[in-house]
């Protein structure tokens, strides 16, 4: 076992551009969430799967904003026509089934820089 | 969604016992605390988690009073590579928690 793997690790795109970051978690976790961190500040909850379900989504910063989990394992955040105030760490972390939701195991992160 | 309150920074020297405590004065009967540790350009790293009274693990213990309005980390015998910024969280199983602003915990030699 690996861990959680992101890709791509640092993304810059310029301002109005889509951008779509990967997470794969540990095999066995069925539950998969994904954060934004800014500078200075705590991670951001932004959503939650639970295997191909998307249970939480409301948090997600607004509609340019979206995730998919299509087949329950590896997930995709997307962010349509990105603006300056974007740029992030977005983490991904996932957890396994028979534990509470806070044993979670966190990526590396991608960061993305929005020029 | 409960908040957190925790100090923004401590300064320990190696091999002294930390305590770091966070307020969460409005938390809900089903939320569990828990807290995370984590490095720069890192993900934060699971340290422990609890409900009420003292949990214990090989890195860390967790104390809760029975009104669970607070808790606090305990790290004993810290050292320089536990540098870090320390996260309370509270919250429930269903995904409705918020990290907290964090403790910059900078342990000197």
């Known amino acids: 076992d690996t861990g959680v793997s992101q890709d791509p690790r640092h993304k810059i795109t310029k301002r109005g551009q889509n951008v779509t970051f990967r997470c794969d978690p540990i095999?066995?976790?069925?539950?998969l969430y994904w954060y934004r961190q800014t500078l200075g500040q705590g991670p951001e909850f932004l959503t939650y799967?639970?295997?191909?379900?998307?249970?939480?989504k409301s948090r997600l910063l607004s509609d340019r904003f979206s995730a998919e989990r299509p087949k329950g394992s590896f997930s995709t955040l997307e962010i349509q026509r990105t603006e300056q105030g974007d740029s992030a760490m977005y983490l991904c972390?996932?957890?396994?089934?028979?534990?509470?939701?806070?044993?979670?195991?966190f990526g590396p992160g991608t960061r993305l820089t929005v020029t | 969604l409960a908040k957190t309150t925790q100090p923004i920074s401590m300064d320990s020297y190696e091999g002294q016992e930390v305590n770091i405590t966070c307020s969460h004065n409005?938390?809900?009967?089903?939320?569990?605390i828990t807290w995370y540790q984590q490095f720069p350009s890192q993900g934060p790293r699971f340290i422990i988690q609890?409900?009420?009274t003292k949990v214990t693990n090989e890195v860390a213990s967790l104390f809760i009073p029975a009104d669970r309005k607070s808790s606090t980390l305990s790290l004993p015998r810290v050292s320089l590579s536990d540098t870090a910024v320390y996260y309370c969280?509270?919250?429930?199983?269903?995904?409705?928690?918020?990290f907290g602003p964090g403790t910059r915990l900078s342990v000197l030699p």
């Open positions: 972390a996932s957890s396994a089934v028979g534990t509470t939701s806070y044993e979670q195991y």
């Open positions: 095999s066995e976790h069925n539950r």
């Open positions: 799967f639970q295997n191909e379900a998307q249970l939480e």
């Open positions: 409005n938390i809900a009967t089903n939320d569990y």
């Open positions: 609890g409900y009420k």
């Open positions: 969280l509270v919250g429930d199983w269903a995904g409705n928690f918020v």
